[in-house]
């Protein structure tokens, strides 16, 4: 597996990862940056925060809300794609930006096609988490599709209504 650094008008481009899955009975290291399931942190299994730079994952199954009471604390959020034909994922993604105000790292991973990357950009996701034989050069391309946009979305890129009304 490897990690895709993806921002709206830049490259995307493999970075180094950090981030290490704990184990559902384990404590982290001091320093740690570690990620869990959603129901570890539903469980009430907070020490977590005092020792660990903390990630969650979630899936197409879990409410985006119930990350609420730990969305300042949390360095990373994991968006597991179950199917790609599953589109809650992009709902997740944009509703962590737009009504939880999350900053951090939103990953994508799991089943995507290399043509949804598009979508990832304008509903707020920042990296990717892809097996070595994904198709990056294809995901590029995805990346740089369109360059009218026809609706608002989190990445804030000008739509076409309001190009056309800027025209003389």
């Known amino acids: 597996m490897r990690v895709i650094e993806i921002a709206v008008g830049k490259d995307l481009k493999p970075v180094s990862d950090s981030w290490s899955r704990l184990a559902d009975d384990a404590a982290p290291k001091a320093g740690e940056k570690v990620i869990v399931p959603l129901a570890r942190l539903k469980s ?4 977590i925060f005092a020792a660990a730079k903390v990630g969650v994952e979630i899936t197409g199954g879990d409410a985006v809300e119930d990350l609420k009471p730990w969305i300042d604390d949390l360095g990373l959020v994991v968006l597991r794609f179950g199917t790609f034909k599953d ?16 900053t951090g790292d939103i990953r994508a991973a799991g089943d995507f096609l290399p043509d949804q990357v598009v979508f990832m950009l304008r509903t707020g996701v920042s990296s990717l988490e892809v097996a070595d034989e994904f198709p990056l050069e294809a995901a590029k391309r995805s990346a740089k599709a369109y360059s ?9 890129q000008p739509v076409a209504y309001e190009e056309r009304a800027r025209l003389p």
């Not at 944009?94 to 105000?101: G, N, V």
């Not at 009218?148 to 804030?156: I, K």
Request: proline share 0%.
């Open 44 to 47: 009430g299994d907070n020490q």
């Open 87 to 102: 589109g809650r994922m992009f709902t997740a993604a944009r509703m962590l930006r737009q009504r939880l105000k999350f």
């Open 148 to 156: 009218v946009r026809y609706q608002h979305a989190v990445d804030t």
